[in-house]
């Protein structure tokens, strides 16, 4: 790549729990190779499996020496694109990872930060994809699962190197044919998730000082 070139990663999972899709990939897959104002989106699938999933990761790091990294997972149940303001340093699975694995309140890194902030201007994101017309909000925990076992690792890697690098994770809802086998369980179209994810790598790249407004919750 040339010297001035930007790359954006943006990562998704495998499906999971006999799933047969996981829109976090295919929102993922379907931005490969978007550009906007001189970056390029690289979609790289992980696998949904403790420790495996950090070490693709690293991969992909290497791989692509992004800029900026934007984390993908599917939050079953919620109504809108989740920006994720936290990462905490915890591994509690309700289920299995796709290797069997099941690990209860070990650490993401040993004798690390017990939780690290998302680097990405989370509030500006949300403020710009409601003006668009998309569902969106900050949410303060990503889980216990491999989705924040990967944004944990993620943010520690980051520090590691200075926090040149701007990084942060999003859950998005169910896929339509998802919802569809979870009766009344909300959805979003995945050409919506996909425009709802342009728009934010657009913000996320104009925007290096978030905004200051409120989008806390109460519980």
Request: hydrophobic residues 45%.
């Amino acid at each position: 790549m040339p010297p001035t070139a930007v790359n954006v990663l943006v990562t998704g999972f495998e499906p999971f729990e006999k799933d047969p899709v996981n829109p976090s990939w295919e929102v993922a897959r379907a931005l490969d190779g978007w550009r906007h104002a001189g970056a390029t989106v690289q979609g790289v699938c992980l696998p949904c499996v403790f420790d495996r999933a950090l070490a693709s990761l690293d991969a992909a790091l290497a791989a692509h020496k992004p800029t900026l990294v934007v984390c993908l997972g599917l939050a079953g149940g919620r109504t809108e694109v989740s920006v994720e303001r936290v990462a905490i340093n915890v591994n509690d699975a309700r289920i299995p990872d796709n290797a069997g694995q099941q690990p209860i309140d070990t650490a993401v890194v040993a004798d690390a930060p017990a939780a690290y902030f998302a680097t990405l201007p989370i509030k500006a994101i949300v403020r710009d994809l409601r003006a668009q017309g998309f569902p969106a909000g900050v949410s303060n925990t990503a889980g216990t699962f491999v989705c924040n076992h990967v944004f944990y690792g993620l943010m520690h890697r980051l520090a590691q190197h200075g926090g040149a690098v701007r990084g942060g994770f999003v859950h998005l809802p169910y896929l339509p044919e998802q919802a569809a086998r979870n009766a009344g369980a909300p959805s979003m179209a995945l050409e919506t998730q996909v425009q709802a994810l342009r728009a934010l790598i657009r913000t996320a790249l104009a925007v290096h000082e978030d905004v200051r407004e409120g989008a806390g919750q109460l519980h």
